[in-house]
């Protein structure tokens, strides 16, 4: 069933995935002006050493333009936090955990920890019934993220994203999976993070036995208005009229 307009959750992510939008753009426009404004300064720092070197009196207001250039360019650089992901990070809601992830490829610095901890808390809770919450795009950034994952520094991450897939898991995690349950563990937190992906690996064979058959029972099942049509096909036929039956032979 989709969510209802009014939907406060709803309501919220979308605020934030249009602020998002306005920040990302924002973003690269002022990193472009940073770049364009440090590269000025060093084209103006060579042109000042060269006028030093010959006594060019010009030298010193040159090096002056090229350290202002330079002080620009880091005024310009984007801040360092973002209110939309400060707004996805504060929704307490699974229908969150998509936008969170498609968030998740280009946060650094707070902004990662934050994304990563409502993460962490979220992807426990998912059942399989919330399969439908994330799309493959969203799918393919969490499996990229258990299969990148840093073992000492995101161990609470990898953890809840293999509490989630033995729950919402398909086909394509499977390799990634059993690749972390079959090697050989290391520190501490790495021998968790195996231990987790060889308990998550039976239900996540489960899982996708269960979605093949019921892929299976799909293709097996033609739809209803398939078997409506054959019907409706059949009683639109005209009825044989009783002087053209068949009759037996007479004498």
């Avoid at 969150?96 to 809770?125: C, H, Q």
């Avoid at 690749?179 to 993070?193: F, N, T």
């Avoid at 269960?210 to 036929?237: G, M, Q, V």
Wanted: with cysteine; hydrophobic share 45%; charged share 20%.
């Amino acid at each position: 069933m989709s969510e209802p307009p009014d939907n406060p959750t709803t309501r919220a992510v979308e605020e934030a995935l249009a602020l998002l939008k306005k920040e990302r753009r924002a973003f690269w426009g002022r990193m472009l002006l940073s770049l364009g404004a440090w590269g000025a300064g060093l084209l103006t720092f060579f042109l000042a050493l060269s006028r030093m070197l010959v006594s060019d009196p010009s030298g010193l207001l040159t090096l002056c333009l090229s350290l202002g250039c330079v002080l620009g360019g880091a005024i310009l650089l984007p801040p360092a936090r973002s209110r939309a992901m400060e707004m996805l990070a504060s929704l307490d809601d699974l229908r969150a955990i998509g936008p969170l992830l498609e968030s998740l490829t280009f946060a650094v610095g707070v902004n990662r920890y934050l994304l990563t901890a409502r993460l962490t808390d979220l992807l426990p809770r998912l059942h399989a019934s919330d399969a439908h919450l994330l799309n493959q795009s969203q799918r393919r950034i969490l499996y990229e993220a258990l299969s990148l994952g840093d073992f000492q520094q995101e161990t609470d991450l990898l953890l809840a994203i293999l509490k989630a897939l033995e729950q919402i898991g398909d086909a394509q995690a499977l390799p990634i999976v059993e690749r972390l349950a079959s090697g050989s563990s290391g520190s501490k937190r790495e021998q968790q993070v195996r231990e987790a992906a060889r308990a998550c690996l039976p239900f996540l064979q489960a899982q996708i036995e269960r979605l093949r058959l019921s892929e299976t029972l799909l293709r097996a099942n033609p739809s209803p208005d398939s078997e409506h049509e054959l019907l409706r096909a059949a009683a639109a036929t005209e009825e044989t009229a009783p002087q053209q039956l068949l009759r037996p032979h007479e004498g």
